[in-house]
């Protein structure tokens, strides 16, 4: 697997010879056909995000906050959008993604506007939903060299590339057209940071800098790894602006440094060289990061974790010099020193804070969730699922187990040979499955070592078969054709003299050796050729090879055709009432570009910005606790689930209240017996419509003020098999929720009881807001596949005296939360009196809105009621299109009376007397 020789000294010095460049112009063709697959197998989807007239389809969520990003930049250009007030209303967002994805992609498309190209919002979009598939294309050549440098062969990074372009899972599925998020980009900067980290370990082989050359400022083995280094701390740099999680591949350096260093140190070697170039990476990060002005909510824990891990890597490096000077001390003095200084590290963490015990010792769950937070998608534990080879297969294919075999032998001679390119390889490998294995998300990072692992796998069956003699055969077969034409004249001008001298003895030594080596070539060449099928037939053996689990067929390529089946994000009912939404509502009266300073949070009142603490969704909360932006009056927000507010915000063009980066989710987070955070989980899943409106009213602390005045549900929202439970998740309180339902293979515990139908969604979108006062529905979208008959069949199984209709109605709805009008009128004392219309939606759906109050010892009654009857919609207000089909009906012992209701009653809460 190795290269020739001369190669390798011409590698070792950083610069390749003529030979080695054309050796390598058929592999480099290798390579371009590999990346321009992968763009090929990407874009198969783009009907899905093009095919609908007049409207590209981003995939998923995040992806359409990337838009707004670069929507800003576009409008705004150099300018980035530090703070946006049009998500997570009524507070606003500081920036939750680090900013160089966008900017690359703003810079690319303002270059390309000079050319006349991309210039309207639709050519925009167009180069952004293609994007991803771009730099999927370039992580494959990044394959290629991180391979090709940390296994010496071509050939392991040629069928790495390969491997990668066609490998299913999450990184095919967040590389497809459309999906323009940053998690390709973050795959691409993480795999360059592993090249030039392994071609600086690889220019320092053997070579050493001891604490006397340091003293004499004798600097000579550290010139060929110094400009290694330093492009692997830019390349870290920009990964840390490309993601604010990048401190993942801080810590694969740190913890690469520090066991390098544990293995030096066994081996009686200085660590200086390996320190020095730790400190460079992390210093040209920590500069880079030091003068961006954010990068998430990490950026300060991005400086402590750098700063500490540049004096660790000199204090580490110091102690071993020192201990490797005292030869009567044992080498592991050395790991031992470094364990004593965690444990004492811990213990000082626990002496002076919790919070600082807590961020020691929490290292090795970092990416564990909890509460609400583990039913994200993305943020599952790899095995959540509990089938582990399902799970495997339907992410990885074969090529997780032969990655899985692959690892041992690769790690056992990187030690072995103190091969540090290669144990960088191995604690790579390993923390991302660590990480994977924590969060499901990571496997679009792991499929890099797996694909890298199954190229070193096939050239190592390969070279088994005699595939390392090929090319000496074919290099021997035409060297030897070469000397016979040249030689063959000579030997007709001097066939006399040969004659004379044919029986000296170098003579017949130098045919034995001709015919030795004429015999042998064939010989070569069939066994390397042997291993070039055997490369071949495994390769083959990657793609189509895979395993019938659960009625399918795993392998590769199946599951990546299913992977580019669609390219997802929001179904067509969604995309309909979010446009419905912007055409249909009141303007907002905050213009989307314009520039906003984030509120100053000063609890205290001191004038000077209070500390925050916490992370992720807990830094938001503490963050936006009691300052909101200072929106216009006109301004208004829109609540709806979490997976929905970027579609509300950059399709509808409305203000959210809770968005994909969980901020506005309410709920709690320690235990079931905290306050409730007002917001999205709290507000959908209360219990009665006052309570609702309670954590509604709540949510914007400014008085007369609600906390959003539309509400948008879908089915997924609403149904117990659906999201529901998430919901309920983020509350901490998911007793009381499940039933058993008989079905034929026996009894089935689901979500179904009364404390579910009776919650704010069921309310909202199963009942059609039957009985509500306050909350109208205004428009309603088509119907598409759900369970919502299932959830209907289950309510009237054990409530079949409310029997209500199983029928599919709008996957999607939306609906407004208004003052009400009063109806007022007389009864018989203490008697029942009944409020109802028929309300016909704009699907053509009719339902029968009601409500039932007891009139008071006096006879007098009063309702509160939604929906107007009369006049229609007020210009610059909502234009609903559900609306009553005639007035109300009131009915009691000695009342049947209609009565209409107008618009300005509804939107002011005016009073009608019957």
């Known amino acids: 697997m190795t290269e020739t020789e001369t190669e390798n000294a011409s590698k070792s010095s950083g610069f390749l010879n003529k030979d080695s460049l054309i050796k390598g112009i058929p592999y480099a063709i290798g390579v371009l056909i590999c990346a321009v697959l992968a763009f090929w197998i990407r874009i198969r989807p783009r009907d899905g995000v093009f095919g609908r007239e007049g409207f590209i389809r981003f995939s998923e969520n995040d992806p359409w906050y990337h838009w707004n990003n670069l929507d800003y930049l576009l409008h705004n250009y150099p300018h980035f959008e530090w703070f946006d007030p049009f998500t997570t209303y009524p507070y606003g967002t500081s920036q939750a993604f680090a900013p160089l994805h966008d900017f690359i992609l703003a810079t690319l498309i303002k270059f390309l506007n000079l050319f006349g190209i991309a210039t309207t919002t639709d050519g925009a979009m167009t180069i952004a939903a293609y994007w991803p598939c771009v730099l999927a294309a370039f992580c494959v050549i990044a394959v290629y060299f991180v391979a090709k440098t940390i296994f010496d062969s071509r050939n392991v990074g040629l069928v790495s590339a390969f491997l990668l372009a066609v490998a299913p899972g999450q990184f095919l599925s967040r590389s497809i057209v459309g999906f323009n998020d940053h998690h390709v980009a973050e795959v691409l900067f993480s795999t360059i940071v592993m ?172 990416f564990t969730r909890s509460g609400g937070a583990t039913t994200i998608g993305e943020a599952h534990p790899f095995f959540s699922s509990g089938n582990y080879i399902t799970t495997i297969l339907t992410t990885f294919a074969i090529l997780a187990f032969v990655a899985f075999f692959a690892f041992f032998p690769v790690a056992y001679k990187a030690f072995k040979e103190n091969r540090q390119e290669r144990i960088l390889f191995v604690v790579w490998t390993l923390i991302i499955l660590w990480a994977m294995l924590q969060q499901t998300r990571f496997s679009y990072y792991f499929i890099v070592n797996v694909a890298i692992l199954c190229g070193w796998a096939v050239f190592a069956a390969a070279d088994a078969a005699g595939l390392k003699e090929l090319m000496p055969a074919i290099e021997r077969a035409r060297t030897e054709k070469k000397s016979d034409a040249v030689s063959a004249p000579k030997e007709e001008e001097k066939d006399a003299g040969k004659q004379k001298s044919k029986d000296s003895v170098s003579a017949k030594a130098a045919a034995k050796e001709k015919r030795r080596a004429d015999a042998s070539v064939p010989g070569s060449m069939k066994k390397g050729l042997t291993g070039a099928g055997v490369a071949v037939i495994f390769v083959l053996a990657l793609v189509f090879v895979g395993l019938p689990i659960s009625g399918g067929y795993y392998c590769t390529y199946t599951l990546t055709q299913l992977y580019t089946q669609d390219s997802g994000g929001a179904n067509d009912e969604w995309v309909d009432a979010c446009l419905w939404l912007k055409e249909n509502t009141p303007d907002t009266g905050l213009d989307k570009y314009g520039k906003y300073e984030e509120p100053v949070q000063d609890a205290d009142g001191d004038g000077v910005a209070d500390a925050v603490s916490g992370s992720g969704i807990e830094f938001y909360e503490n963050r936006a606790s009691n300052t909101p932006f200072n929106y216009p009056d006109s301004a208004y927000g829109v609540i709806s689930w979490w997976d929905y507010g970027h579609w509300i915000e950059m399709i509808g063009q409305r203000m959210a209240c809770a968005n994909p980066f969980q901020f506005g989710v309410g709920g709690r987070r320690g235990n079931v017996t905290d306050p409730m955070i007002p917001g999205a989980a709290p507000f959908f899943v209360a ?228």
């Open 195 to 366: 090249i030039f980290l392994a071609k600086a370990l690889i220019a320092s082989f053997e070579k050493e800098i001891r604490l006397e050359d340091l003293k004499a400022k004798n600097f000579g083995a550290l010139k060929p790894v110094l400009p290694f280094a330093a492009l692997a701390g830019i390349a870290l740099a920009l990964y840390t602006l490309v993601w604010e999680g990048a401190l993942l591949f801080g810590f694969i350096i740190g913890a690469y440094v520090t066991l390098q260093m544990i293995v030096n140190h066994l081996r009686g070697k200085e660590s200086f060289l390996i320190a020095i170039t730790g400190v460079v990476i992390f210093a040209i990060d920590l500069i880079i990061v030091l003068v961006t002005p954010q990068i998430g909510e990490y950026k300060t824990l991005h400086l402590i974790a750098l700063t500490m891990g540049i004096v660790g890597f000199t204090v580490m490096s110091v102690i071993s010099s020192l201990l490797l000077q005292k030869k009567n001390l044992t080498k592991w003095a050395f790991p031992g020193a470094l364990i004593a200084l965690g444990i004492i590290a811990v213990v000082a963490g626990s002496l002076i804070s919790t919070e600082v015990y807590n961020a020691v010792v929490g290292v090795f769950s970092f």
């Open 687 to 914: 219990e009665s419509e006052d309570e609702a409106t309670g954590y509604l009213e709540a949510i914007d602390p400014r008085d007369g003020k609600a906390g959003a005045r539309y509400v948008i549900t879908d089915i997924e929202m609403a149904s117990g098999m659906s999201k529901f439970y998430a919901m309920t998740a983020w509350t901490l309180d998911t007793d009381g929720y499940y039933v058993q339902v008989p079905t034929q293979g026996g009894y089935m515990n689901v979500i179904g009881s009364d404390r579910y139908y009776n919650s704010m969604v069921s309310r909202l979108h199963l009942f059609d807001t039957n009985g509500m006062k306050q909350y109208r529905m205004i428009y309603e979208s088509g119907t598409n596949r759900s369970y919502e008959t299932v959830n209907k069949q289950i309510y009237n199984m054990y409530h079949g005296d409310t029997a209500i209709d199983i029928t599919d109605t709008g996957y999607v709805k939306i609906y407004e939360y208004v003052k009400g009008a009063k109806v007022t009128g007389t009864a018989f004392p203490n008697d029942n009196v009944t409020i109802r219309t028929t309300v016909k939606t704009n699907q053509g759906r009719a339902f029968t809105y009601e409500q039932t109050v007891r009139a008071d010892a006096a006879g007098r009654y009063e309702f509160t009621v939604p929906y107007s009857t009369t006049g229609g919609p007020i210009s610059g207000q909502t234009n609903f299109v559900v609306a009553p089909t005639g007035p109300y009906r009131i009915t009691s012992a000695n009342v049947n009376a209609t009565v209409d209701v107008t618009e300005s009653d509804v939107l002011y809460g005016g009073t009608v007397t019957v």
